[in-house]
């Protein structure tokens, strides 16, 4: 997308512009493009590839190809400026966009609209975290889904090998920019951690000896740098594909222009000593340990153990004598079994569903989450029990409830069931 209004043999800086995850089709960039393009700018933006890119495969490398394809692209186009063409990286854009720079060798300065500093996994955990709060959830540490969500459950999810590129680290690129850098991000992102991205921006930034980084936190912005009340909802705007993108928050395409105009002219900002103030976020930005997680088959085995111990603690033929045993040890292996089996399944679901699963909230956690801890518990003081009367009747495997028991216990606390 050219300028319409430039002098004619003049040459203008140009942008490529890198989308987020999903299909990408340009048209929904279309706006910044524009805005680019009536600022001086030439824009060049490109519908995302459909090979070797969906919802289980991210291949950052072959994305960075395109991108950096079409920064040569855009060199090569007459008007243009070669030695002033950047890059802009929107989200997933945020980890492609380096990558691209690196690739190219050929990047002028780099625009990042609500760019990941941290991991995949870890924003996803961070997102679905925010999201269970805005419906209710509180983040009351041990005990909580959220901590479930955050720990146990991303490692799950890490170690089933389905969640795309899960521990891909930004830090190493972002320490080998030296580019200008102007880094933006919602106030009200509810997709990555604003703050703690900025942080993390800044820090690598520094250590690349990165003299010229601007951040920026947009004031009634959404991820997308939208207008939103909440980060959930967006006002006004175009309708893509059924969803609203909203209107571009105030002051978030003429940040992004004045500043490309007044970089390519040789006029970059310098970075400022002091950090910009950044909004709060709802929930705690944890590292969920994703890159020491074991296979998804050794923890599903873990929680299958605990079910079989259930099951075998109490033995199936027992005397009269042994009746209230027997009645115990049949809670037992039902509660345990739907305690163990009902976790898995909905922090599992939450992922899935992106929080929905979780249903509505009750005394700060979701009603599920509240019905499981409920029976968690039960499940403990029924091992208890079903342990001092085994031994009391010298029952067979009488050791064997009060083991599993205890691994129970253990297993719940890792999860966070129980806050313990």
């Not at 040459?11 to 929904?28: A, C, T």
Request: glycine share 12%; net charge positive.
């Amino acid at each position: 997308m050219a300028p319409a209004n430039h002098r004619r043999g003049a040459r203008v800086p140009g942008i490529v512009l890198v989308g987020g995850s999903g299909p990408g089709p340009r048209s929904e960039y279309l706006t910044e493009a524009r805005a680019f393009a009536a600022a001086g700018i030439a824009a060049l933006v490109y519908d995302k590839r459909t090979v070797g890119y969906d919802r289980y495969h991210r291949d950052f490398g072959a994305l960075a190809d395109d991108a950096a394809a079409g920064i040569a692209a855009l060199r090569r186009t007459p008007g243009v400026d070669p030695d002033r063409v950047g890059l802009w990286g929107f989200s997933e854009g945020g980890w492609v966009a380096p990558l691209a720079a690196l690739k190219s060798g050929h990047v002028a300065f780099l625009v990042t609209l609500g760019g990941p500093g941290v991991t995949p996994l870890r924003a996803q955990a961070w997102s679905l975290n925010t999201a269970l709060g805005h419906g209710g959830a509180g983040y009351r540490g041990p005990g909580s889904l959220q901590r479930a969500v955050a720990g146990p459950g991303a490692r799950l999810l890490a170690g089933t090998g389905l969640f795309p590129s899960a521990a891909y680290d930004p830090v190493p690129l972002l320490e080998r920019m030296r580019m200008p850098v102007l880094a933006l991000w919602g106030a009200k992102d509810v997709q990555v951690p604003p703050a703690d991205s900025a942080r993390i921006y800044r820090a690598a930034l520094a250590r690349a000896g990165n003299t010229h980084l601007t951040v920026r936190f947009l004031a009634g912005a959404a991820h997308n740098g939208r207008a939103t009340r909440t980060g959930f909802d967006r006002i006004g705007g175009p309708v893509e594909h059924g969803r609203r993108f909203g209107a571009p928050a105030p002051g978030y395409l003429s940040t992004m222009t004045a500043w490309v105009r007044r970089t390519t002219a040789g006029r970059p900002a310098a970075t400022s000593p002091a950090p910009v103030a950044a909004p709060r976020q709802a929930v705690p930005s944890t590292d969920p340990g994703s890159t020491a997680a074991p296979p998804a088959v050794l923890q599903l085995a873990a929680a299958a153990a605990l079910i079989a111990g259930f099951a075998a603690g109490v033995g199936r033929r027992a005397s009269a004598a042994r009746s209230g045993l027997r009645r115990c040890g049949r809670a037992l292996r039902w509660c345990g079994t739907v305690t163990v089996a009902g976790t898995l399944l909905l922090v599992v679901a939450v992922y899935a569903t992106q929080g929905r699963a979780a249903g509505p909230a009750l005394l700060g956690e979701p009603v599920p989450w509240l019905v499981l801890q409920v029976l968690g518990a039960a499940t403990v003081v029924l091992a208890a029990a079903v342990a001092v009367q085994s031994c009391r009747a010298h029952a067979p495997r009488a050791a064997l409830p009060a083991v599993t028991g205890a691994a129970f216990l253990a297993w719940a606390a890792a999860w966070s069931l129980l806050p313990l």
